[in-house]
Structures are given as C-alpha cells and as structure tokens.
C-alpha cells in the first residue's frame, strides 16, 4: 500500500514518529504501546528509504 502525504516534509513526519514514541513509553496497554511503536517503525522506516537529497520546503 502507498500513502501521498502532501503539505509535510520529511522533518514533520519525523516528528510525528517521535511523538508515537513518547506515546507509546506512556502507554499502560502493552497491546497499545506495541501497536504505536510498530506505526512509528513503519514511518521511520520510509523516511530511511527517502532520496537523500530530500529537503525539507518551508511552506
């Protein structure tokens, strides 16, 4: 499956994979901590496979 995410750059979904993270160590469901930690692996891992001469734009 693809997803086109337009208006943010590679420095946004960075951090949205931070934030699951932090939601993720908060969590008390262990089912839930597993589940935001595996949507941040899977975001981390596209922006790992972005061209490196991807720049982040200002809007």
Avoid: I, S, W
Wanted: glycine share 6%; proline share 5%.
């Amino acid at each position: 499956m693809a997803l086109l995410v337009t208006g943010l750059g590679p420095g946004d979904v960075a951090e949205a994979v931070e934030c699951l993270h932090q939601c993720a160590d908060r969590a008390t469901d262990p089912e839930l901590a597993e589940y935001r930690r595996h949507l941040a692996d899977l975001l981390g891992d596209a922006l790992d496979r972005l061209p490196t001469q991807a720049v982040e734009v200002a809007a």
